[in-house]
């Protein structure tokens, strides 16, 4: 039973998760329907927030297959609930004359298999998704994907395209012909519209959402608790607060709908041309399109409405909103096996692996080719949701929560502040029942109690930082989709950079300024002084008098396969001839063995070591039997081999001014920089010098990884890259010219221990497949990353993510779409304003917005830290004020509380957020979570220092010898003007009488405790080493200096009429000045601690430490010599003291490296793997002799 109630759904994939079964109970509903009645409706808000409580109270756990609700779970660390309510699907209404035809296919599996003519292949999937004998299908929707009822596998499954399971063989020879109206119906019914629907709620769905809120019903709780209280003004502000922060919040996320709705729309219903089966073309709207239907691209061009496999034609497409990738990219027809030589018929499509025959949903199609006469076709893989853009979309509309400390830390410290309430609330009521309180009181006092302690206004205080943030990035370029990563760049450490550190040369990009012609042709004349150097050299050729090459196909550039070809035909000759071009490595394997030069290895190595780019060039003229026709159905793989190598091409692409520079600000940083490129392994290793990334001394380790071959496990062959192995018998290496350990005793001889590795994607694959044990220990020290698909790029983001760095990936948006999105903090180089690909967007196409990013994110995270310690504690003074004062049965009055609220805080708050970043990146990082030492001792100690001084002041004033229980006729001012003091408050006595506000204690607490937020907002903006000093900021400074000559008025030269709307009794100008003592030595003693004893003692042992071991991981500064010299500082004070394991697993692993001898692994010698690789990927060192 366990089995059929529990099961996994998305098994493997991103978005995982149990799915359990369950059916309404008429019982269960009939209980909670009364919860709800007895709990005023509170309990129906729960169960609206929590759908795993309103599934398990309101039904009872069933079968899957027969459920009528299902629960879902995520896997992933947040856990988070969903439920879903299963619907059925009736085919019944299927437009077929014939039931023994509907019953036909369905028994054939066709809510399946997208083949009409049922086959052998077919038949093992009867009624996969349907009851054949109700003709029903049973599915639920979750994030705009259906999944249905699958009886094969007994469990639900989304609907599957032909991106899955389908071969090319299948393409071509069930698809191509299209589909008949009857089987076209059929699919529609259940693949639905071919639409991704965005839709735009209504201004009132969205309110109730909204007001629905938690922390918006806590408002209105306290607002009502208020209003019982008359403390209407305050109760009023509060509305007015929260009115505008809904309206506000329902513009910004409206605008969002609005704007993802209308980039969506654009192919939404765009009239297409289909093939039927019969060779008829209809003309039917986009939205009707199924998966199996063959569309025709039209000559002048579309926006695809779906992804489509190109089956006839070519096809320019600009795919600049899917990948931010602005050049367009050439689309050929997929190879057709069946008429491949060798035959390769086994092979499934996918859309990434035939990317460069799949025309994705949301590019632009700019022109298509064909040829004599045929029509440009394209078979409909997948729609709707499932496209793509659909899957790009998707992410946006239901986006995955923001795993950081701070959050988690936020939660935990609100939690606090619930407990301390929950004691101000039970000292309230046990308090007021010995003073024999009225009952109607006590509770509205000891809840009052609570709305006090956990401050309303803290999820916008805590927002404003990152909103400020986000408006100075915009202003430099940088666009952002995701602002909540703007808090977690500040705790970048370790930065991937594409090969965009090269600035491509004028002839590169010239080539993309037109689409490549058909015909090509040399200039009609050579002019001599207009002429360059290579076209003067074309006057050596005895060209005929018309000399044109046609272009007969393209092969584009495959990352894959790293390469690309030509068939040309010379205009007049018979044959044809074959062109290629690519990474050397791959056109000399493709070569004859004799056409290859003796030294191409050499050669080519020396150049690359140079840090040029190196293109290889091959040419083979045709056989004479291979026809214009065969041409275009035959595969790449038959034309691309026995070549005859024609030589090398070489490149310099200079740096990026910029790039020298902007690393050097990340060395010095202590932020780690690593290269992942497409390049091969000597270039990016000569540019990673060039550039500082690797410095002159450093040595670099190359692994080459060889997968299991020829019943041989798995190895890695360990090179060294460096200038020893260009001397003349590099065999001779000695390998104790290698430091393989840390023994050191002087800081020259730890320079000499600088070590990198490099290595191409094929042997990280390997190494991430069979050598699990080593992937950490390489990431520690992985700098060169050459050779890498867009998928192993992504891979090796999770690697470094698994031994905790924070990541940042800085790519140009063409190949890095998942890595972009893998990473912590994506940054793509595009034109766009921005990319759906990435968090963030960079409009200049320069790296240096990656510094900036940084900078940013650190002041927002150390302005979300201040704001939240300033609201702690805004939250703590007042609560205490409130529990002093309800101890002698008095209160804060209504508009001392709308002066702290609004005049104070909000004033405070959102000012003390427009701090700016500071100017340079320093080489410590801002601490990730709120539960640090530094800054828990810093919230304490201004807590202690607080509640002491108001305690202080309190407890004081009852000693003065003036002091007595305060009356309407109380005179202790003793002057002229207590008369009007004594008259202005006779109209009140009956108020005074009840809520006891005008007294002595409240005075001087309300006087204190107005100057203590003050205080503290001034001890906690820090500026330097993450933002600008607070006295730049000219909003803060001009407030606080306004708030603090308007109270300090009040208090030493008080005014009649601010008194009475104050509620503030006369006390004796000399206790004022009393008063003005405590607060100036208050402020004295908080700013002491906060800015001298805690930045100058505590935080500098902190941050030392962390400095030393955390941030130090760089390649700049190896982890071995950071915890060594940690080590050696630190002993004679850690002597005694058990050490302390680091918490990041990089700084904990760079100490397990100390003591490991094998490490790293010596020149010339192998690793392999284990010939039964256990699960945790165990592997041995072999030393080969």
Not at 1016 to 1039: D, E, L, M, T, W
């Given at each position: 039973?366990?089995?059929?109630?529990?099961?996994?759904?998305?098994?493997?994939?991103?978005?995982?998760?149990?799915?359990?079964?369950?059916?309404?109970?008429?019982?269960?509903?009939?209980?909670?329907?009364?919860?709800?009645?007895?709990?005023?409706?509170?309990?129906?808000?729960?169960?609206?927030?929590?759908?795993?409580?309103?599934?398990?109270?309101?039904?009872?756990?069933?079968?899957?297959?027969?459920?009528?609700?299902?629960?879902?779970?995520?896997?992933?660390?947040?856990?988070?609930?969903?439920?879903?309510?299963?619907?059925?699907?009736?085919?019944?209404?299927?437009?077929?004359?014939?039931?023994?035809?509907?019953?036909?296919?369905?028994?054939?599996?066709?809510?399946?298999?997208?083949?009409?003519?049922?086959?052998?292949?077919?038949?093992?999937?009867?009624?996969?998704?349907?009851?054949?004998?109700?003709?029903?299908?049973?599915?639920?929707?979750?994030?705009?994907?259906?999944?249905?009822?699958?009886?094969?596998?007994?469990?639900?499954?989304?609907?599957?395209?032909?991106?899955?399971?389908?071969?090319?063989?299948?393409?071509?020879?069930?698809?191509?012909?299209?589909?008949?109206?009857?089987?076209?119906?059929?699919?529609?019914?259940?693949?639905?519209?071919?639409?991704?629907?965005?839709?735009?709620?209504?201004?009132?769905?969205?309110?109730?959402?909204?007001?629905?809120?938690?922390?918006?019903?806590?408002?209105?709780?306290?607002?009502?608790?208020?209003?019982?209280?008359?403390?209407?003004?305050?109760?009023?502000?509060?509305?007015?607060?929260?009115?505008?922060?809904?309206?506000?919040?329902?513009?910004?996320?409206?605008?969002?709908?609005?704007?993802?709705?209308?980039?969506?729309?654009?192919?939404?219903?765009?009239?297409?041309?289909?093939?039927?089966?019969?060779?008829?073309?209809?003309?039917?709207?986009?939205?009707?399109?199924?998966?199996?239907?063959?569309?025709?691209?039209?000559?002048?061009?579309?926006?695809?409405?779906?992804?489509?496999?190109?089956?006839?034609?070519?096809?320019?497409?600009?795919?600049?909103?899917?990948?931010?990738?602005?050049?367009?990219?050439?689309?050929?027809?997929?190879?057709?096996?069946?008429?491949?030589?060798?035959?390769?018929?086994?092979?499934?499509?996918?859309?990434?692996?035939?990317?460069?025959?799949?025309?994705?949903?949301?590019?632009?199609?700019?022109?298509?080719?064909?040829?004599?006469?045929?029509?440009?076709?394209?078979?409909?893989?997948?729609?709707?949701?499932?496209?793509?853009?659909?899957?790009?979309?998707?992410?946006?509309?239901?986006?995955?929560?923001?795993?950081?400390?701070?959050?988690?830390?936020?939660?935990?410290?609100?939690?606090?502040?619930?407990?301390?309430?929950?004691?101000?609330?039970?000292?309230?009521?046990?308090?007021?029942?010995?003073?024999?309180?009225?009952?109607?009181?006590?509770?509205?006092?000891?809840?009052?109690?609570?709305?006090?302690?956990?401050?309303?206004?803290?999820?916008?205080?805590?927002?404003?930082?990152?909103?400020?943030?986000?408006?100075?990035?915009?202003?430099?370029?940088?666009?952002?989709?995701?602002?909540?990563?703007?808090?977690?760049?500040?705790?970048?450490?370790?930065?991937?950079?594409?090969?965009?550190?090269?600035?491509?040369?004028?002839?590169?990009?010239?080539?993309?300024?037109?689409?490549?012609?058909?015909?090509?042709?040399?200039?009609?004349?050579?002019?001599?002084?207009?002429?360059?150097?290579?076209?003067?050299?074309?006057?050596?050729?005895?060209?005929?008098?018309?000399?044109?090459?046609?272009?007969?196909?393209?092969?584009?550039?495959?990352?894959?396969?790293?390469?690309?070809?030509?068939?040309?035909?010379?205009?007049?000759?018979?044959?044809?001839?074959?062109?290629?071009?690519?990474?050397?490595?791959?056109?000399?394997?493709?070569?004859?063995?004799?056409?290859?030069?003796?030294?191409?290895?050499?050669?080519?190595?020396?150049?690359?070591?140079?840090?040029?780019?190196?293109?290889?060039?091959?040419?083979?003229?045709?056989?004479?039997?291979?026809?214009?026709?065969?041409?275009?159905?035959?595969?790449?793989?038959?034309?691309?081999?026995?070549?005859?190598?024609?030589?090398?091409?070489?490149?310099?692409?200079?740096?990026?001014?910029?790039?020298?520079?902007?690393?050097?600000?990340?060395?010095?940083?202590?932020?780690?920089?690593?290269?992942?490129?497409?390049?091969?392994?000597?270039?990016?290793?000569?540019?990673?010098?060039?550039?500082?990334?690797?410095?002159?001394?450093?040595?670099?380790?190359?692994?080459?990884?060889?997968?299991?071959?020829?019943?041989?496990?798995?190895?890695?062959?360990?090179?060294?890259?460096?200038?020893?192995?260009?001397?003349?018998?590099?065999?001779?290496?000695?390998?104790?010219?290698?430091?393989?350990?840390?023994?050191?005793?002087?800081?020259?001889?730890?320079?000499?221990?600088?070590?990198?590795?490099?290595?191409?994607?094929?042997?990280?694959?390997?190494?991430?497949?069979?050598?699990?044990?080593?992937?950490?220990?390489?990431?520690?020290?992985?700098?060169?990353?050459?050779?890498?698909?867009?998928?192993?790029?992504?891979?090796?983001?999770?690697?470094?993510?698994?031994?905790?760095?924070?990541?940042?990936?800085?790519?140009?948006?063409?190949?890095?779409?998942?890595?972009?999105?893998?990473?912590?903090?994506?940054?793509?180089?595009?034109?766009?304003?921005?990319?759906?690909?990435?968090?963030?967007?960079?409009?200049?196409?320069?790296?240096?917005?990656?510094?900036?990013?940084?900078?940013?994110?650190?002041?927002?995270?150390?302005?979300?830290?201040?704001?939240?310690?300033?609201?702690?504690?805004?939250?703590?003074?007042?609560?205490f004020s409130v529990t002093l004062l309800y101890s002698i049965l008095s209160n804060l009055g209504d508009f001392q509380f709308l002066f702290i609220d609004l005049a104070i805080i909000l004033?405070?708050?959102?000012?003390?957020?427009?701090?700016?970043?500071?100017?340079?990146?320093?080489?410590?990082?801002?601490?990730?979570?709120?539960?640090?030492?530094?800054?828990?001792?810093?919230?304490?100690?201004?807590?202690?220092?607080?509640?002491?001084?108001?305690?202080?002041?309190?407890?004081?004033?009852?000693?003065?010898?003036?002091?007595?229980?305060?009356?309407?006729?109380?005179?202790?001012?003793?002057?002229?003007?207590?008369?009007?003091?004594?008259?202005?408050?006779?109209?009140?006595?009956?108020?005074?009488?009840?809520?006891?506000?005008?007294?002595?204690?409240?005075?001087?607490?309300?006087?204190?405790?107005?100057?203590?937020?003050?205080?503290?907002?001034?001890?906690?903006?820090?500026?330097?080493?993450?933002?600008?000093?607070?006295?730049?900021?000219?909003?803060?400074?001009?407030?606080?200096?306004?708030?603090?000559?308007?109270?300090?008025?009040?208090?030493?030269?008080?005014?009649?009429?601010?008194?009475?709307?104050?509620?503030?009794?006369?006390?004796?100008?000399?206790?004022?000045?009393?008063?003005?003592?405590?607060?100036?030595?208050?402020?004295?003693?908080?700013?002491?601690?906060?800015?001298?004893?805690?930045?100058?003692?505590?935080?500098?042992?902190?941050?030392?430490?962390?400095?030393?071991?955390?941030?130090?991981?760089?390649?700049?500064?190896?982890?071995?010599?950071?915890?060594?010299?940690?080590?050696?500082?630190?002993?004679?004070?850690?002597?005694?003291?058990?050490?302390?394991?680091?918490?990041?697993?990089?700084?904990?692993?760079?100490?397990?490296?100390?003591?490991?001898?094998?490490?790293?692994?010596?020149?010339?010698?192998?690793?392999?793997?284990?010939?039964?690789?256990?699960?945790?990927?165990?592997?041995?060192?072999?030393?080969?002799?």
């Amino acid at each position: 039973m366990d089995k059929e109630e529990r099961k996994i759904i998305n098994q493997g994939q991103e978005d995982e998760m149990e799915i359990y079964g369950y059916n309404l109970s008429r019982w269960k509903l009939a209980i909670v329907s009364l919860g709800v009645i007895c709990s005023g409706g509170f309990l129906l808000l729960l169960l609206y927030w929590m759908p795993e409580w309103r599934v398990k109270a309101t039904c009872v756990r069933a079968a899957i297959k027969d459920c009528e609700v299902v629960l879902l779970r995520t896997t992933d660390e947040f856990k988070m609930w969903f439920c879903a309510k299963i619907r059925v699907l009736s085919l019944e209404t299927y437009p077929v004359s014939s039931p023994k035809s509907m019953s036909n296919k369905l028994s054939n599996g066709h809510a399946v298999c997208l083949i009409e003519n049922p086959t052998e292949e077919n038949r093992h999937r009867i009624s996969k998704y349907s009851q054949t004998e109700s003709q029903q299908i049973r599915y639920f929707t979750h994030h705009s994907v259906k999944y249905f009822w699958n009886d094969t596998i007994h469990n639900f499954d989304f609907l599957k395209g032909l991106d899955e399971g389908v071969s090319c063989t299948s393409i071509y020879e069930k698809h191509s012909a299209g589909l008949t109206k009857g089987m076209h119906a059929y699919r529609k019914l259940l693949y639905g519209v071919n639409e991704i629907a965005v839709k735009v709620p209504s201004v009132f769905k969205l309110l109730i959402k909204e007001v629905l809120n938690p922390f918006y019903i806590f408002q209105l709780f306290s607002v009502i608790l208020w209003s019982t209280d008359e403390y209407y003004y305050y109760a009023l502000a509060i509305v007015v607060m929260s009115i505008v922060s809904i309206v506000s919040s329902l513009y910004s996320i409206r605008k969002q709908y609005v704007m993802l709705h209308d980039m969506v729309a654009t192919h939404s219903t765009v009239r297409v041309s289909v093939c039927r089966v019969n060779e008829e073309i209809e003309e039917i709207f986009s939205t009707d399109l199924v998966p199996g239907d063959v569309m025709v691209i039209p000559l002048n061009g579309t926006i695809m409405p779906c992804d489509a496999v190109l089956i006839n034609g070519t096809c320019i497409v600009n795919e600049s909103m899917l990948t931010g990738e602005s050049v367009p990219v050439t689309k050929t027809n997929l190879p057709n096996p069946s008429v491949d030589v060798k035959g390769i018929g086994d092979e499934l499509y996918n859309p990434e692996t035939h990317k460069r025959h799949t025309l994705f949903c949301g590019t632009t199609v700019i022109q298509t080719r064909f040829y004599t006469g045929e029509l440009v076709k394209a078979i409909v893989v997948r729609t709707g949701f499932s496209t793509s853009k659909g899957q790009l979309v998707r992410s946006i509309l239901y986006p995955k929560p923001t795993d950081f400390k701070l959050y988690r830390d936020a939660y935990l410290f609100l939690l606090c502040l619930v407990a301390v309430a929950g004691i101000g609330f039970i000292y309230t009521i046990i308090n007021s029942i010995l003073n024999e309180v009225q009952v109607g009181v006590i509770i509205i006092e000891s809840l009052d109690i609570i709305t006090i302690t956990v401050p309303p206004a803290l999820p916008a205080a805590m927002t404003a930082g990152i909103v400020y943030a986000q408006r100075r990035l915009k202003k430099i370029g940088i666009f952002c989709i995701s602002p909540q990563r703007i808090n977690i760049c500040g705790q970048l450490n370790l930065v991937c950079f594409d090969k965009i550190l090269e600035e491509a040369t004028e002839e590169e990009t010239a080539l993309h300024n037109r689409i490549m012609p058909t015909v090509v042709r040399p200039p009609k004349q050579l002019l001599p002084e207009s002429t360059p150097a290579g076209n003067q050299e074309m006057e050596l050729f005895e060209l005929p008098a018309i000399y044109e090459i046609g272009i007969v196909r393209q092969f584009p550039f495959s990352s894959a396969l790293q390469r690309m070809s030509v068939v040309a035909r010379v205009l007049g000759d018979r044959k044809m001839d074959a062109y290629m071009k690519g990474a050397p490595e791959a056109i000399a394997g493709l070569c004859k063995p004799e056409t290859v030069p003796v030294d191409f290895q050499n050669v080519l190595e020396d150049f690359t070591k140079q840090g040029f780019r190196v293109i290889a060039l091959a040419h083979r003229k045709l056989e004479s039997k291979l026809t214009w026709h065969k041409v275009q159905n035959i595969s790449r793989d038959a034309i691309e081999n026995n070549m005859d190598f024609m030589g090398l091409i070489i490149m310099q692409n200079k740096l990026k001014q910029e790039t020298p520079a902007v690393l050097e600000d990340l060395h010095k940083a202590n932020i780690r920089t690593v290269m992942v490129t497409g390049d091969s392994m000597l270039t990016a290793v000569s540019v990673a010098r060039d550039c500082g990334m690797i410095l002159p001394q450093d040595k670099v380790i190359i692994a080459e990884a060889l997968p299991p071959k020829d019943g041989k496990v798995a190895k890695i062959n360990w090179h060294y890259a460096d200038s020893l192995t260009q001397c003349s018998h590099p065999s001779a290496i000695d390998p104790e010219a290698i430091p393989v350990k840390l023994v050191h005793d002087s800081l020259e001889d730890l320079q000499m221990t600088r070590y990198h590795f490099a290595m191409n994607g094929k042997s990280f694959s390997v190494i991430l497949e069979h050598f699990q044990d080593l992937v950490p220990k390489l990431m520690l020290h992985g700098t060169v990353f050459a050779r890498m698909a867009p998928d192993q790029k992504t891979q090796l983001i999770e690697a470094l993510q698994n031994v905790d760095y924070f990541v940042g990936m800085c790519g140009d948006g063409a190949n890095d779409c998942g890595a972009l999105k893998r990473a912590h903090g994506g940054i793509s180089l595009s034109e766009l304003e921005a990319s759906v690909a990435s968090p963030f967007t960079s409009k200049t196409p320069s790296i240096s917005c990656v510094p900036n990013l940084i900078r940013e994110g650190r002041a927002a995270l150390i302005t979300s830290f201040c704001v939240f310690k300033f609201m702690a504690l805004y939250s703590i003074i007042q609560y205490f004020s409130v529990t002093l004062l309800y101890s002698i049965l008095s209160n804060l009055g209504d508009f001392q509380f709308l002066f702290i609220d609004l005049a104070i805080i909000l004033v405070v708050v959102f000012t003390m957020s427009l701090n700016p970043a500071w100017k340079e990146l320093v080489a410590q990082r801002p601490p990730s979570g709120l539960i640090s030492g530094a800054l828990l001792f810093s919230v304490l100690s201004q807590i202690i220092i607080c509640i002491g001084f108001q305690s202080l002041g309190f407890f004081w004033v009852k000693q003065q010898p003036w002091y007595e229980v305060w009356h309407p006729k109380s005179d202790a001012c003793n002057t002229t003007g207590s008369g009007f003091w004594n008259s202005s408050h006779v109209d009140n006595e009956t108020e005074l009488d009840e809520h006891n506000i005008q007294n002595y204690e409240n005075t001087t607490v309300f006087f204190i405790s107005s100057f203590q937020y003050l205080i503290v907002a001034i001890a906690f903006s820090k500026g330097k080493p993450f933002r600008q000093p607070c006295y730049k900021n000219y909003f803060f400074v001009f407030s606080v200096i306004f708030l603090y000559f308007f109270i300090l008025f009040i208090m030493l030269y008080p005014v009649a009429s601010v008194d009475q709307v104050l509620q503030i009794v006369c006390v004796p100008y000399q206790w004022r000045v009393t008063m003005l003592i405590i607060v100036l030595v208050n402020a004295f003693v908080s700013i002491t601690v906060e800015n001298f004893f805690l930045d100058m003692v505590l935080w500098k042992v902190v941050f030392n430490r962390d400095k030393q071991g955390e941030y130090r991981f760089s390649t700049t500064q190896p982890p071995q010599e950071s915890v060594d010299r940690w080590g050696k500082c630190c002993l004679p004070w850690a002597l005694g003291c058990r050490k302390k394991t680091p918490k990041a697993k990089y700084m904990y692993l760079a100490q397990e490296l100390l003591v490991d001898p094998e490490w790293p692994p010596k020149p010339q010698t192998t690793t392999e793997a284990k010939a039964l690789v256990k699960e945790n990927g165990s592997c041995q060192i072999i030393t080969i002799t």
